[in-house]
């Protein structure tokens, strides 16, 4: 059973912002095999699949360690088995980089989850940096139009490299 985790922020105000691009990467893995997310357990919404199962967690960006930690212990997964999918300002817009373990770097979401459960896979999304903006009214700002097609390209190469992690053929580090 492998755990695919979108970090992103609960409250609808949140949506399509660049913040919540992990949880628009797993509603369009989940729209691609019809799954809802119909269940909430350890602090997420939940769909599951056949061998996989999608979380959003719904403690905020910064306390996404809360629902791992929980998500961990009640499926009895081991760390190299949950990818936490999330945005990356310190990426090219539209670049996806896989990495089965590193640091944080900038992003608190991942951080609070590095500090809480440890160092698991991840797939990051660049979203760039707006430099004429503060860090945090960038991530909470709603994408813009020019930004879309960018970012909609993206979500189609991170939604084939989850199925790869789902299916065991992605264990090394991986840029698209």
Same mark, same amino acid.
């Given at each position: 059973?492998?755990?695919i985790?979108?970090? =992103?922020?609960?409250?609808?105000?949140?949506?399509? *912002?660049?913040?919540?691009? =992990?949880?628009s990467?797993?509603?369009?893995?989940?729209?691609?095999?019809?799954?809802?997310?119909?269940?909430?357990k350890?602090?997420?919404?939940?769909?599951k $699949?056949?061998n996989?199962?999608?979380?959003?967690?719904?403690?905020?960006?910064?306390l996404? $360690?809360?629902?791992?930690?929980e998500l961990?212990?009640?499926?009895?997964?081991?760390?190299?088995d949950?990818?936490v999918?999330?945005?990356?300002i310190?990426?090219?817009? =539209?670049?996806?980089?896989?990495?089965?373990?590193?640091?944080?770097? *900038?992003?608190? $979401?991942?951080?609070d989850?590095v500090?809480?459960?440890?160092?698991?896979?991840?797939?990051?999304?660049?979203?760039?940096?707006?430099?004429?903006?503060?860090?945090?009214?960038?991530?909470?700002?709603?994408?813009?139009?020019?930004?879309?097609?960018?970012l909609?390209s993206?979500?189609?190469?991170?939604?084939?490299?989850i199925?790869?992690?789902?299916?065991?053929?992605?264990c090394?580090? *991986? *840029?698209?």
């Amino acid at each position: 059973m492998k755990i695919i985790v979108g970090l =992103g922020n609960p409250e609808g105000k949140y949506n399509n *912002t660049y913040h919540n691009i =992990g949880f628009s990467v797993v509603d369009r893995f989940a729209k691609q095999y019809n799954l809802k997310f119909d269940k909430t357990k350890c602090h997420a919404l939940l769909a599951k $699949g056949e061998n996989f199962i999608l979380a959003k967690p719904q403690t905020y960006m910064n306390l996404s $360690g809360d629902s791992v930690y929980e998500l961990k212990k009640y499926f009895k997964v081991p760390l190299s088995d949950i990818l936490v999918v999330l945005d990356d300002i310190d990426m090219p817009k =539209g670049k996806v980089r896989f990495r089965m373990s590193g640091s944080a770097g *900038t992003h608190n $979401g991942l951080r609070d989850i590095v500090n809480k459960v440890g160092i698991t896979p991840r797939l990051r999304i660049g979203i760039s940096r707006d430099k004429n903006m503060d860090l945090a009214d960038y991530v909470l700002s709603t994408i813009d139009n020019a930004s879309k097609d960018i970012l909609d390209s993206a979500h189609l190469k991170a939604v084939d490299l989850i199925e790869k992690f789902i299916d065991g053929e992605l264990c090394e580090d *991986t *840029t698209v």
